[in-house]
């Protein structure tokens, strides 16, 4: 049973916890000035930019498919774990398994992300389980939700350094996190790197960003990138495919 506070949790895995701010009633970081979420609408957000991004509504009505890995960038909120676990048991087949596996640095606690995710009533069925669970999320890594049938994992440190202790490889990769401008700790060659280790023939990637050093970088380590219109007023964002160094 869970009896534990939030600050007690968050000194035990060694995370660095950052309470929520909130602007214009979305949640917001005054650390990175920046948006969870975009104020268009981060639900449709997500859909379009990492589910249709990596084309998941096609790739999971596959008959055949009995499992599916996606790593992600910045677990945040959850909304985009809550909105891919809502497709998956929609699409998927029952026996079918969803690993979900997201790094984050900056971890929000428990009484946030509660406040967060009611944003989403649509999402409630989805959300509540995660809340009862989100505090042994951060203990034990790993949870398994909704009869079993998706397993989120949430690695707590920098993404390019806690990825590089993860061994799972990746079918899509939602390349999340503020924006490279206000970010640049993180979208660094060095992340790119990481995802193309985890990355294989089949493995898509998708970007709400279009910046021309996460382009460039990802064409580096060995990803086909490209641009499409970007979700709400963003231009352009990116997504595409691992196909491995040119030799050359
Ligand atoms: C725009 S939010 C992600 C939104 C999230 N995917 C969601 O569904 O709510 C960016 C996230 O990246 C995290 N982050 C920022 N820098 C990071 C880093 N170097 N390594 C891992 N996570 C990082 C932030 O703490 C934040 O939670």
């Known amino acids: 049973m869970l009896k534990r506070d939030d600050t007690t949790l968050l000194d035990e895995t060694n995370a660095n916890p950052r309470k929520l701010a909130w602007r214009d009633g979305l949640p917001y970081s005054t650390e990175f000035?920046?948006?969870?979420?975009?104020?268009?609408?981060?639900l449709l957000e997500t859909e379009y930019v990492f589910l249709q991004g990596n084309d998941l509504p096609?790739?999971?009505?596959?008959?055949?498919?009995?499992?599916?890995?996606?790593?992600?960038?910045?677990?945040?909120t959850g909304l985009n774990f809550l909105c891919a676990a809502k497709l998956w048991l929609a699409h998927a087949p029952e026996h079918a398994i969803l690993?979900?596996?997201?790094?984050?640095?900056?971890?929000?606690?428990?009484?946030?992300?509660?406040?967060?995710?009611?944003?989403?009533?649509?999402?409630?069925?989805?959300?509540?389980?995660?809340?009862?669970?989100?505090?042994?999320?951060?203990?034990?890594?790993?949870?398994?939700?909704?009869?079993?049938?998706?397993?989120?994992?949430?690695?707590i440190g920098d993404a390019t350094e806690r990825l590089a202790r993860i061994t799972n490889m990746a079918d899509a990769c939602f390349l999340d996190g503020f924006s490279p401008a206000k970010n640049p700790e993180m979208w660094h060659a060095g992340l790119f790197c990481e995802m193309?280790?985890?990355?294989?023939?089949?493995?898509?990637?998708?970007?709400?960003?279009?910046?021309?050093?996460?382009?460039?970088?990802?064409?580096?380590?060995?990803?086909?990138?490209?641009?499409?219109?970007?979700?709400?007023?963003?231009?352009?964002?990116l997504c595409g495919e691992f196909i491995g160094m040119h030799n050359g």
């Open 196 to 237: 193309a280790k985890h990355a294989q023939a089949s493995t898509t990637f998708a970007t709400f960003t279009s910046a021309g050093d996460v382009r460039r970088g990802l064409i580096a380590a060995g990803f086909k990138v490209s641009k499409r219109p970007g979700f709400g007023k963003k231009r352009e964002m």
């Open 33 to 42: 000035q920046d948006v969870y979420f975009s104020s268009d609408n981060g």
């Open 99 to 155: 690993h979900f596996i997201s790094v984050e640095k900056y971890p929000l606690m428990l009484n946030d992300i509660s406040v967060a995710l009611a944003l989403w009533p649509q999402l409630t069925a989805l959300s509540t389980p995660l809340l009862h669970q989100y505090n042994a999320l951060m203990d034990q890594e790993t949870i398994s939700l909704y009869d079993n049938r998706v397993q989120l994992s949430v690695h």
């Open 58 to 76: 096609v790739r999971w009505q596959h008959p055949d498919l009995t499992q599916f890995t996606i790593i992600e960038t910045g677990f945040g």
